[in-house]
């Protein structure tokens, strides 16, 4: 079996002959090219072709080319290739377009072009946004001639030229859905602009859903009616069948696993991973060339070692749902649940086995979710039972056949099959990228940080402050300016219970996770206009339940308002906030405290539950006064599980990991003389949970120590 070209990625490169169409795209491509070459629009003509992003547009334009240079030269149109993404973030898009138009038909055109090239430059000078200084000097060689100074007129004129030429411009601009929504609405502002030239043909290569979503809004009408007034014949390219998506998998597949032993490839077991799950994922040539690269890789460190369809079954998880493979690769107990020799007694029962693998399925965008859950049952059977409520018969014969197979669900084999696997704890780029990509949704943004709160690291932190670090460093293009509304509404939602996480450090030098959520607002609002930032906090905090978490933030922006001699204090230009905006939020959260405050219905008073609950009495007092925060003390602990709570809410874990509860966080509001006696009597309590017991017992001990 060949074996070569194994040592080389395999990169994401388009075809360019005909001869090696595998997906049928040659047929269309000639067909196409015929038409370009026999049509001379007296008005211009814009062509696009509609395809997703990966589905092979790139190869369907390089086989058009191809066609058209095997023309006859005189029946050939001058072919100006654009790539705009090449230019993305860079510089002005619509400079690049007439840079690339003026060169090539400079290039082709010689002296023929002189007028026409001289025009141009006047146009790229007037409709560019940017001009450069060849512009500007061609602009004014215009002017010395007299040239009109009424773009339309100089449209005209650059018509008649055109006219006059009889020569065919072929301008093809492809990787039009990789650029940013800005970038793509200038592009065709452009397009629009000089799209009606005689002799000029515009073939456009994209992802029509990223492009209608992206001219939303131009000229108030939404993008798929903008587009129809741009592009005159469109083009649907099929989606490659199933089949030849298949054999060109199948392909570099064989040239992967050669020299795979035999007893590690079961074909009946491939066929049901493929069709069953595999086949899902494998909808473009482009993700036939993701899993292939990923196979490349990590393959042959572990070739003889592992079973090569469950192997591929794993990386297709890891490359498509890299979430469910990090949950497969921190749970080996559970999924591995063939041992030869057990060591340990199962750790959950029927129903918490049933649980655990329902919570993961439900991360699993609903469109992936059959095929997921397919792949998982074949490869790791012993989770059978929990989806699918059914009995199974583990045999020591089947053990012992899945040992010898070398499958993924053998505990002694399963860490083979995570060896290139990054540290323990860490997130991948990939995973990184999944869950940014939830942040123009709050809610499932906010589900996912509780979840990172609960994983955690070998290092004893949680898996959320290693996200928090990683995402506060993002720039534009993972965290655009329209979802930080989304992450800030999350944080203002769920930023209190994230928290509540012991991040199991005690050092002085600590930054722990308010602190990074503080940090990381901090940065994302640096990237806001200052006169909206304090718009943007009020209407994100409006509906946020995280108390704890908007007070913090605003007592940290009202500390860059302190005096000058302050650490922390800041320059006014450098203040996050001017002093109105901090006194709308002050008073916006006052009302929250004050709202949390009071009993409703047979809800108790919300603002126990709290965290930090000290720090927010003082933002009360220092905002409304002692006199209210007393009221308030004195009907909470009217009940004798109120006041528990509230003394379990003050209590404190120093740096030493000692406990304290000083009275007299609670004097300027409660006597403690006044509530002694109920204390020492609830500390009996057998129904007390330890945390409470602790705090009640530290109560008592630092009362007594005071009164000595």
């Not at 001869?19 to 001379?40: R, V």
């Not at 072009?113 to 409709?127: I, T, W, Y």
């Not at 940014?436 to 509780?450: I, P, T, V, Y």
């Amino acid at each position: 079996m060949e074996t070569e070209n194994l040592n080389i990625l395999s990169a994401d490169n388009p075809l360019t002959n005909p001869k090696d169409d595998k997906l049928g795209y040659a047929f269309f491509a000639e067909n196409l090219a015929n038409s370009i070459c026999k049509m001379s629009p007296p008005d211009g003509l814009v062509m696009a072709v509609y395809a997703p992003w990966g589905s092979g547009k790139s190869t369907l334009l390089n086989f058009i080319i191809h066609y058209l240079e095997q023309k006859p030269e005189d029946e050939q149109p001058t072919v100006v290739p654009f790539n705009p993404w090449w230019f993305s973030g860079q510089e002005d898009l619509t400079k690049s377009f007439f840079d690339q138009l003026r060169g090539v038909v400079n290039e082709k055109w010689k002296s023929q072009g002189n007028l026409f090239l001289k025009q141009l430059d006047s146009l790229a000078d007037r409709v560019s946004t940017i001009p450069d200084a060849k512009a500007k000097i061609f602009a004014t060689v215009v002017k010395t001639l007299r040239q009109p100074k009424d773009i339309y007129k100089l449209k005209e004129q650059i018509e008649k030229t055109l006219r006059d030429q009889n020569k065919r411009i072929l301008v093809v601009i492809d990787d039009i859905d990789r650029l940013t929504a800005e970038e793509i609405r200038q592009l065709f502002r452009v397009i629009k602009a000089v799209a009606n030239f005689p002799n000029v043909i515009y073939l456009l290569l994209f992802d029509k859903d990223v492009v209608v979503k992206a001219l939303k809004g131009i000229q108030e009408m939404d993008g798929e009616a903008y587009l129809e007034k741009i592009v005159q014949v469109p083009f649907e390219l099929p989606l490659p069948d199933k089949l030849s998506l298949r054999r060109l998998f199948e392909a570099d597949l064989q040239k992967i696993f050669a020299d795979t032993p035999e007893e590690l490839f079961q074909k009946d077991h491939w066929r049901e991973v493929y069709l069953q799950g595999i086949e899902h994922f494998i909808t473009t040539p482009r993700s036939i060339r993701r899993l292939i690269n990923t196979l490349m890789v990590t393959y042959p460190a572990v070739k003889g070692e592992v079973n090569s369809v469950d192997f591929l079954a794993i990386e297709t998880i890891r490359v498509f749902c890299p979430l469910i493979y990090n949950v497969v690769r921190h749970n080996s107990e559970i999924f591995s649940s063939y041992r030869l020799n057990p060591t340990l007694a199962s750790f959950m029962n029927d129903e918490e086995m049933s649980q655990f693998h329902n919570d993961w399925i439900k991360q699993i965008d609903e469109k992936d979710k059959k095929a997921v859950k397919n792949i998982m049952m074949l490869i790791f059977p012993g989770i059978r039972k929990a989806i699918r409520q059914q009995n199974l018969i583990t045999t020591s014969e089947g053990l012992v056949r899945y040992r010898n197979q070398l499958r993924i669900c053998v505990g002694e084999i399963f860490p083979r099959y995570f060896r290139l696997a990054i540290p323990e704890g860490d997130i991948s780029n990939a995973e990184m990228k999944a869950i940014s990509a939830l942040a123009n949704d709050s809610q499932a943004f906010a589900e996912k940080l509780l979840e990172l709160s609960n994983q955690i690291r070998p290092d004893g932190t949680s898996r959320l402050k290693l996200f928090l670090q990683l995402f506060r460093t993002l720039d534009e293009k993972d965290i655009p300016l329209n979802v930080i509304s989304s992450i800030l509404e999350a944080l203002f939602q769920v930023g209190d219970k994230l928290l509540t996480v012991n991040d199991r450090i005690n050092s002085f030098f600590h930054i722990g996770t308010k602190d990074e959520i503080e940090f990381l607002i901090e940065k994302i609002l640096e990237r806001i206009e200052k006169e909206n930032r304090g718009k943007l906090l009020q209407e994100t905090m409006q509906n946020g339940k995280a108390i704890f978490t908007i007070v913090w933030l605003i007592v940290v922006l009202r500390q860059q308002h302190s005096k000058p001699e302050a650490t922390s204090s800041k320059p006014e230009e450098e203040r996050l906030l001017n002093a109105q905006q901090l006194e709308e939020l002050e008073r916006l959260a006052l009302d929250k405290i004050r709202k949390s405050a009071i009993q409703r219905d047979k809800i108790q008073y919300d603002l126990l539950k709290v965290p930090k609950l000290q720090e927010i009495l003082d933002f009360w007092r220092d905002l409304g006064g002692v006199e209210e925060i007393k009221e308030w003390v004195k009907k909470v602990i009217e009940k004798d599980q109120n006041l528990v709570e509230l003394l379990e809410n003050m209590l404190f874990k120093d740096i030493k990991g000692s406990y304290k509860l000083d009275p007299q966080w609670l004097s300027p509001y409660l006597e403690a003389s006044e509530i002694i006696n109920r204390v020492r009597n609830l500390a009996e309590d057998a129904g007390l949970t330890e945390t409470q017991k602790v705090a009640i017992q530290q109560y008592i001990k630092e009362y007594e120590m005071r009164e000595r």
